[in-house]
């Protein structure tokens, strides 16, 4: 495990590869024969009796969104492919891409399997699936430290990193409630089987500058990490120098030694989902507003070790022989540069094995706010607004869309939009063609301007995801019968 810090430096890296925020296909919010409208709002209704997934691929959802873009990170110089960190890229040019708070976050939805039916009074899904999330938070501080350290003193704040996987069982519900005219609920129960989970949160580092190219280090900083049989292993003893001079060993983690034995489920744990959908025809013709809040809940570990920094003060040096991230001609390959840069972080922060117990963890919530109004001139064409907001601490983040929907015959639903948000600028499209046999649904939001790529094809912006997915519905309703009666 010499790459343990090629780990984690790649985690950066790999956000902006993945190239696609699960927020499921908002685009396709309005659209009534989207068949997976109920992980939106668990009160969607439905133009199809029913359906049946098809196995593995009835959705496939991956998505990356942030404000920092793979291209601040990698670059092209004189033909070749390099990081912020090669010495042919100026420090101003460098820093010009990030923010005062950089930040990613991806979430990856498969569905193995999804039924929905409807019976005399509801319709009702099961859903089986896997999802992750992962996102980090990075001040501009850090990339600062890490391209030139200059003689000054750092104040790193805020940095994390955070990932979990589980299996999610569901089953949802949902009716027209007819005490109020036009009022349908919806709520959906699901069991989650935990894999894994890591959190690291870097509260606070100080760097301040003791001498010519000498700096004194504090740190406050943890990492927890979940999954069945992990273990610290044996520790490292570490030499050190403190404030005065003199030099000690202190115990630290060796992430070399870090092992599972007997791996399996880490976790159990439940979540809800509800909503709410209200045609407002008696009040106001043509006009429907929803809500729907998402994801309340959470999943207990069995097996969690912690770790904690030593909460002292001392001499570091680090950062001086980081020279390049050039596998070609002069200068230490891509994997050396990586280990050389994560051993000075692991020093700066110096974690050693904490107190390790089982541990809850919630998921991120999401809300879900939206009105929608069919045109008056022509009923099968409407405009939406839909404001997302994901509540997860540092991870946060929210869009307001702009959806225009139009169903010209009842087999087919075409979606345009357009967003603003948290991580900027976004269009959107949606496509679901739905007849009696399938039903065939693909679309994507991706960042406003051009899209650049690397020599590899992969895009360098964060906001670009992809949503596809094949089913087999059965049968309509009377209320979509009515709508294209002529």
Not at 252 to 264: R, T, Y
Request: proline share 2%; aromatic share 12%; charged share 20%.
């Amino acid at each position: 495990m010499k790459n343990k810090y090629r780990y984690f430096l790649s985690a950066v890296l790999v956000c902006g590869l993945s190239t696609a925020v699960a927020q499921n296909l908002n685009s396709a919010y309005f659209m009534d024969g989207y068949t997976y409208g109920h992980q939106m709002n668990p009160a969607h209704g439905y133009s199809h009796k029913g359906y049946v997934s098809f196995p593995m691929l009835g959705n496939t959802n991956i998505g990356v969104q942030g404000n920092l873009h793979l291209g601040d990170l990698i670059m092209q110089r004189n033909g070749k492919t390099v990081t912020y960190l090669h010495p042919d890229v100026s420090y101003d040019e460098a820093m010009d891409g990030f923010s005062k708070r950089n930040k990613m976050v991806s979430d990856v939805r498969l569905n193995i399997l999804s039924v929905g039916f409807s019976t005399k009074k509801a319709f009702h899904t099961i859903d089986l699936g896997v999802r992750s999330f992962a996102g980090f938070n990075v001040p501009k501080d850090f990339f600062e430290m890490t391209k030139a350290l200059q003689n000054k003193d750092y104040d790193v704040s805020d940095l994390g990193v955070r990932a979990m996987a589980w299996v999610e069982l569901g089953y949802g519900y949902s009716r027209d409630l007819k005490a109020v005219e036009g009022l349908r609920l919806g709520g959906k129960a699901k069991l989650l089987f935990g894999g894994a989970y890591a959190n690291f949160s870097g509260k606070n580092l100080s760097l301040k500058l003791s001498g010519k190219d000498k700096w004194t280090a504090t740190a406050d900083a943890s990492l927890d990490i979940a999954a069945k049989g992990i273990t610290w292993g044996e520790p490292k003893q570490v030499k050190r120098t403190d404030a005065n001079g003199t030099e000690y060993y202190e115990e630290q983690i060796d992430f070399e030694n870090v092992d599972v034995k007997n791996p399996g489920l880490g976790g159990v744990g439940m979540a809800f989902d509800l909503g709410a959908e209200w045609d407002m025809q008696e009040m106001l013709p043509g006009l429907k507003v929803s809500a729907a809040l998402l994801d309340l809940g959470f999943i207990k570990w069995a097996d969690q070790i912690h770790a904690e920094n030593v909460s002292k003060t001392f001499e570091f040096n680090g950062f001086h022989n980081v020279k390049t991230f050039d596998n070609q001609g002069s200068g230490e390959s891509l994997g050396d540069q990586a280990d050389r840069l994560g051993d000075d972080i692991e020093d700066l922060y110096a974690l050693r094995s904490g107190e390790s117990k089982g541990k809850a963890t919630a998921l991120g919530a999401t809300l879900n706010l939206a009105a929608e109004y069919k045109m008056p001139f022509y009923d099968k064409l409407s405009v939406g607004l839909l404001s997302t907001t994901r509540i997860q601490g540092v991870y946060s983040w929210n869009e307001e869309k702009l959806i225009a929907t139009i169903s010209p015959i009842k087999q087919i639903d075409v979606a345009g939009s357009v967003g603003v948000g948290t991580m900027g600028a976004r269009l959107g499209f949606a496509l679901n063609i739905h007849p009696k046999a399938f039903n065939l649904f693909v679309g994507t939001d991706c960042n406003i301007g051009k899209i650049k790529m690397t020599k590899q094809y992969v895009p360098q912006h964060s906001k670009f995801n992809i949503v596809a997915g094949i089913n087999f519905p059965f049968g309509y309703t009377d209320k979509t019968k009515d709508k294209y009666r002529r």
